[in-house]
């Protein structure tokens, strides 16, 4: 081997090498997937979460939990356009048995806060249960947050999420006229205070700032039914689909990527999760990916 | 100067009356609270109640409208209950009344206003009668209850929200987190006192002022409102002279004259003024010989002549007349944004029906209604319109309806009433961005309500505006399920002047109820 060679293979290996170093760690540490399939939504919502270690791998004693599901519509449960209240009840109960001091659940609505957490049948399932508040989205709680994203420079962000020890986002797997599916990356939005409807023009460049900034600990997508049209609200049965289906990951994209198949679409086919992928928010090829079905 | 009633050094034995006040006054508030979302679709009671048995009301409802609801039912049963037992209203029952009463000054240094005697009371009840008859609604602007429901709707209500909230917010940011330690006190507070949404409305001050008007006339004269001005105590008195129901002795004794000092109305000429008396029974509680009564009794005299003078009537019907034709000039250019609650189809009608009571704007989930100042012309004034700026009609919704006194806004099912044209969405391209920025937005359409979408969008290629193509979603209303519900507007994330707007139309035929587009709330699922 002549200098000249030698050079050119040193160089090759120190460029290459991190990225082949990293590919190989990948594949020994894929981000795991878990779908659980059946008819009773909290036992399957308890299948998927203990598949991806637990809630005990997330929250630990003492912990102050947000869960944050979809109850942006005042729509009843069967339309599909609001989080499963009996998945959301589950993943409370999950979190207080692994010894949250305090469960927030709270979604920062498009129709009138009182009629969504009525009609969603979320607010009826939680009451009662001590340590779990679910209370309407209070203006002045909302902090301008510096995200230095590549959209949004800053926003408002609500207090009670980013103070939280440990943030699980609970979407419902549904249709959007804009981002084609809401899954668990556009769920964030729920915490986002101020003028929403300015992101819609650059929506998944801003998605992933608001995300590279809140962090979902544990990402659960409802997938118990599904609504392919007319999303985000839906309002038909027409466009309902029951999967009973619920899928768990800690890691948010990998979870989107996962669920984009479910509509028959392929996690390249979203730009929000092709942003959020590049911006090293998580895993969105599906070869990457190691699912688990219980 | 006599003393108060409420404050008699020698007596303050709580009297039927007083107690019947104190209730009523209470489940009037109480009713106003009520008049709110509370988490279910039907409010089973509501401060309308008060108005649906206000003779007054039904009184212009059926001159204008010409027409009859069942739910003035009540109104009739009162007018026949004042036939027989006299203006017992004004003393037992009205709100307005009893906060006149707590309010009275215990010692007057005023006399009397002169101006305000003699037959001002008919010159306002004729022409809001005449008025009415030539389908111009007045009553509502002087009738008591609706005065004292507006000043608390548009005024104080919302003041006392909006201190609450300042507070409420001063405490986060003074203690931040720690405040959580007493939230459950002012949810409390929030859930069962305080407004939802502290919104703020147009007239405000205005109707404050006339609040305050009434209140500061007391200074002059006991209940000086209720005897001199009010038009429905005016009706309720006129109605009174037939009752049987009287007081004996019907004038002061010569020995005493107690009684004109206890009388928060009038003796003339030592005779009890029978269309004023509000059987407050002061004078039989109080008497200190124990000679007053009051009991059924079958005779003539003691009022004065049936009717106002001629010159007062006639005077009074050309008024009314002549209020209530230029009432209805309206500029056309006002219709643009003519937009009236969900069910309501003719204008006209719906000015002849509307009490302009304010328990539609009180009641209205996301704020979407406000009094008309000017907008409907000036015989539009306090009826309620739709500003979707400020507030759109919630899809699901069915409140104002249901408090409506009148059935000026009809109480309709969810599913007719989400058919109801309030207006027809249109776009403007100089301003809605993927037409004049050539960038994504669809917020309106992601919030149209219409489970098939009134508003769509298409995928077209586009130059944009920095000379490269693109493809951008271009959004289009489908007027024909267009229910202008107006949230389209509201939510346009342009600031100021949005890129959508709702529009009036003068046919408002339900949009047809197509497939699939059943999205009423269905049985739910257990919860």
């Known amino acids: 081997m002549d200098r000249r060679s030698f050079l050119k293979a040193a160089a090759a290996a120190s460029l290459l090498g991190p990225s082949l170093a990293r590919e190989a760690l990948a594949a020994k540490d894929q981000p795991l997937v878990a779908m659980a399939e059946g008819k009773d939504n909290a036992a399957v919502t308890r299948k998927a979460v203990n598949a ?105 962000l609500y207090d009670e999420a980013l103070s939280a020890n440990v943030f699980i986002n609970v979407p419902i797997a549904k249709h959007h006229g804009l981002t084609k599916l809401s899954l668990g990356l556009k769920n964030v939005m729920g915490i986002m205070g101020g003028n929403r409807g300015y992101i819609h023009r650059s929506i998944d460049v801003a998605l992933a700032d608001v995300n590279a900034h809140m962090k979902s600990h544990l990402t659960v997508i409802d997938a118990t039914r599904i609504l392919t049209a007319h999303g985000p609200q839906g309002g038909s049965m027409a466009d309902v689909k029951v999967l009973n289906k619920v899928i768990a990951s800690a890691d948010i994209v990998a979870a989107d990527a996962f669920a984009s198949t479910l509509f028959g679409l392929k996690p390249a086919d979203i730009p929000i999760i092709v942003a959020a992928h590049q911006r090293g928010l998580g895993e969105m090829n599906l070869a990457r990916i190691k699912v688990v079905r219980v | 100067m006599r003393e108060s009633r409420w404050c008699g050094s020698d007596d303050m034995r709580p009297t039927s009356a007083r107690i019947s006040q104190i209730a009523f006054l209470a489940l009037f508030l109480f009713l106003f609270i009520q008049t709110e979302y509370r988490g279910h679709d039907e409010i089973n009671a509501a401060v309308n109640a008060f108005f649906r048995a ?58 009397p206003i002169a101006a305000l005697k003699g037959n001002l009371k008919y010159w306002l009840l004729v022409p809001i009668l005449s008025a009415a008859l030539f389908n111009l609604n007045l009553a509502g602007l002087l009738d008591p209850m609706a005065i004292l429901l507006r000043g608390l709707t548009f005024f104080l209500y919302p003041l006392l929200g909006l201190s609450a909230r300042v507070g409420w917010v ?46 500061v006339l007391e200074n002059f004269e006991e209940r000086n409102w209720c005897r001199n001005l009010c038009p429905l105590g005016t009706l309720l008195g006129w109605l009174g002279r037939f009752s049987p129901f009287r007081r004996f002795p019907a004038g002061l004794c010569n020995d005493c004259g107690k009684c004109r000092e206890l009388c928060p109305t009038t003796f003339d000429r030592d005779l009890l003024v029978r269309e004023e008396c509000i059987l407050c029974m002061e004078c039989r509680e109080r008497c200190p010989k124990d000679r007053i009564s009051f009991r059924f009794a079958i005779r003539r005299g003691g009022a004065g002549p049936l009717l106002p003078e001629r010159r007062v009537l006639l005077g009074g019907m050309a008024t009314g007349l002549l209020l209530a034709i230029p009432a209805r000039f309206r500029m056309p250019e006002k219709e643009i944004r003519l937009l009236r609650p969900p069910g309501v189809r003719n204008e006209n009608e719906f000015l002849d029906k509307c009490v302009r009571c304010g328990e539609c704007m009180k009641v209205c989930l996301k704020s979407a209604l406000y009094p008309a100042a000017w907008q409907a012309g000036i015989g539009g004034i306090y009826t309620p319109l739709v500003v979707p700026r400020l507030g759109y009609c919630e899809y699901n919704c069915t409140l104002c309806g249901q408090v409506c006194p009148t059935g000026a806004i009809p109480r309709l099912p969810v599913d007719a009433k989400q058919h109801e044209v309030i207006g027809k969405a249109a776009f403007d391209k100089n301003h809605c961005l993927p037409f004049a920025r050539k960038i994504n937005c669809i917020v309106c359409e992601e919030h149209c309500p219409i489970p098939t979408k009134a508003i769509r969008s298409r995928e077209v290629e586009i130059l944009g505006l920095d000379g490269k193509p693109g493809k951008v979603k271009e959004p289009y209303v489908v007027e024909d399920i267009c229910n202008g519900c107006g949230i389209c507007e509201n939510v346009c994330p342009l600031e100021t002047k949005a890129g959508i707007e709702v529009f009036g139309v003068k046919d408002r035929t339900p949009t047809s109820g197509g497939t699939g587009d059943t999205a009423q709330n269905g049985p739910g699922l257990g919860y």
């Open chain 1, 52 to 156: 991806v270690g637990g809630m005990k791998r997330f929250v630990k004693a003492g912990d102050v939990v947000v869960v944050k599901p979809n109850i942006g519509w005042d729509r009843s449960t069967e339309f599909a356009a609001n989080t499963h209240p009996q998945v959301v009840r589950a993943l409370v109960e999950e979190c207080l048995a692994a010894g949250a001091k305090k469960v927030k659940v709270f979604d920062h609505t498009c129709n009138d806060s009182r009629r969504c957490y009525v009609n969603s049948g979320i607010e009826g399932a939680l009451k009662g249960i001590r340590n779990v508040e679910c209370k309407h989205i209070e203006p002045e709680r909302f902090r301008k947050v510096a995200l230095n994203g590549h959209f949004l420079k800053e926003w408002e």
């Open chain 2, 54 to 111: 206000d003779p007054l009301v039904a009184a212009s409802f059926l001159l204008a409208a010409k027409s009859w609801t069942w739910l003035l039912v009540p109104a009739l049963l009162m007018a026949a209950a004042t036939l027989l037992l006299g203006r017992f209203f004004c003393g037992w029952i009205c709100p307005m009344g009893t906060v006149l009463d707590l309010l009275t000054p215990k010692k007057r240094s005023r006399r």
């Open chain 2, 170 to 215: 001063g405490l986060y940011r003074a203690f931040g987190e720690r405040r959580d330690a007493i939230t459950p006190a002012y949810d409390l507070l929030h859930t069962y006192l305080l407004p939802f949404r502290e919104t703020i409305y147009p007239l405000a001050s205005f109707s404050a002022l006339i609040l305050l008007t009434i209140i």
